[in-house]
């Protein structure tokens, strides 16, 4: 059932706990993972083409694995003209936002006169995992593929499901080609995950995976990282509206069940309400909820998260809505509030993974057409972590050149710290060049 607690009483701290806590995946989640990870390392093709008949119904052989490039050239075609620009206009907005992100390599002198810096490649070969199945998140395409392409990644391998007739949804073959990824596999699920990391004989492993998916992808992901990198472990979409009196309820309960509709189940939706503000502001957001889940082509998974998966807080004052945030760190936040106060919420909560502002900005934009990446961190990992920019698509090295000078100022230090630390042939190595 949903929860509903007042900030100030007694037990609403743990209460916000047990509701953000994370369940573990399952046991049987984990150990089908790793039977199907280990197959696929094992067996490669065979086993990729055996899960995609299992799994999606799909029945092709490895020769069929990869998506022929002018299927995805023709795939704009099977959209209509409106659909079209609309691609074109979010990528354009993705690629001018994410253009400023680029790291930039730089160089300078240190106080011993030695210079240093770093350069910034990007990575070689990169993953990209589009989930299909539920539904196909074409915005993800642009969401992941554009920063790679701003990073100047060489190689760009994305994976989706296919139908079972193997067919790959339009849209996103479509927006693979307004991104220029011309390398695509209709392979999904764990198999995909397990390809990308191990690499089969016809397909290349890839040195970092992006993108989300469903619990058993994240957990195929957790299992081979080190392997392989990976990006994050973005699980099921959060939302947390922070509302006052100049919040519009109608907007309020349409975001929250926006998020609502994914149709995993586990979802997890917040309002933090200053009800002081406005009385009465709960009771007119919930009984908009309930008028437009009756109206929602998915209220059968919008009802099962607004039961298990709503949170609803009230809070007497901005610091106590900003202290809600900053604990539940969520991966949306709307601040449908004045000016004023969205000002110093803006500042006082740091641990959002995008913040929303005003009552004309719903979190849509994000998941579409603003231009941040849409790849967010999920169940607290806000907390610690930040969403998908170009500088997860490159890799750092720090550079160090010293002269003869530079290396006889820096001797001391070094020699002090191969004491302290007791490893004489590190300060060996350094003073040996003036014996």
């Not at 392989?228 to 069940?257: F, H, N, Q, R, T």
Request: aromatic residues 6%; charged residues 20%; positive net charge.
């Amino acid at each position: 059932m949903t929860t509903r607690a007042r900030v100030a009483d007694p037990g609403f701290g743990e209460a916000l706990a047990e509701f953000c806590r994370e369940a573990a995946a399952p046991a049987s989640i984990a150990q089908a993972v790793a039977g199907i990870l280990a197959d696929v390392k094992a067996r490669g093709d065979r086993a990729v083409a055996n899960y995609a008949a299992k799994f999606d119904g799909a029945r092709f052989g490895p020769d069929a694995f990869r998506v022929a490039p002018e299927e995805i050239k023709a795939a704009m075609g099977r959209l209509s003209p409106a659909d079209r620009a609309a691609l074109r206009s979010a990528h354009a907005s993705i690629r001018e936002f994410n253009g400023r992100g680029r790291s930039k390599n730089w160089s300078a002198r240190n106080r011993h006169g030695g210079r240093v810096g770093e350069k910034f490649d990007p990575i070689r070969r990169v993953g990209l995992y589009i989930p299909g199945g539920e539904v196909p998140l074409v915005s993800t395409v642009l969401m992941t593929a554009t920063l790679a392409k701003i990073a100047g990644c060489p190689q760009i391998a994305a994976f989706t499901p296919a139908k079972g007739d193997g067919a790959v949804a339009a849209g996103i073959l479509a927006a693979l080609a307004v991104a220029g990824v011309d390398e695509v596999y209709r392979v999904g699920g764990v198999p995909a995950v397990g390809a990308m990391a191990y690499g089969t004989s016809t397909i290349p492993a890839v040195d970092k995976i992006f993108g989300p998916g469903n619990a058993y992808v994240c957990e195929a992901k957790r299992q081979v990282f080190g392997t392989v990198g990976v990006d994050s472990l973005p699980g099921p979409s959060e939302v947390m509206i922070v509302a006052d009196s100049k919040a519009d309820p109608a907007y309020a309960a349409a975001d929250l069940l926006a998020q609502a509709e994914h149709g995993s189940g586990r979802e997890k939706i917040f309002l933090v309400v200053l009800e002081p503000k406005k009385k009465g502001l709960t009771e007119a957001i919930l009984a908009e909820v309930a008028r437009q889940v009756k109206i929602s082509g998915r209220s059968s998974k919008i009802v099962r998260v607004l039961d298990e998966g709503f949170f609803i807080a009230e809070a007497g004052s901005l610091e106590e809505a900003a202290a809600v945030a900053n604990y539940a760190a969520p991966e949306h936040l709307q601040l449908m509030v004045g000016r004023a106060a969205a000002r110093r919420l803006t500042r006082e909560i740091t641990t959002a993974g995008a913040v929303f502002i005003g009552n004309a900005s719903p979190t849509v934009l994000g998941d579409f057409a603003a231009g941040p990446s849409h790849v967010l961190p999920t169940a607290r990992a806000a907390r610690f972590s930040s969403g998908l920019r170009v500088a997860d698509f490159q890799r750092r090295t720090s550079l160090v050149e010293y002269s003869e000078a530079a290396l006889r100022a820096a001797l001391p230090t070094v020699a002090a710290f191969a004491r302290l630390e007791q490893l004489d042939a590190h300060g060996r190595s350094a003073a040996l060049r003036f014996e």
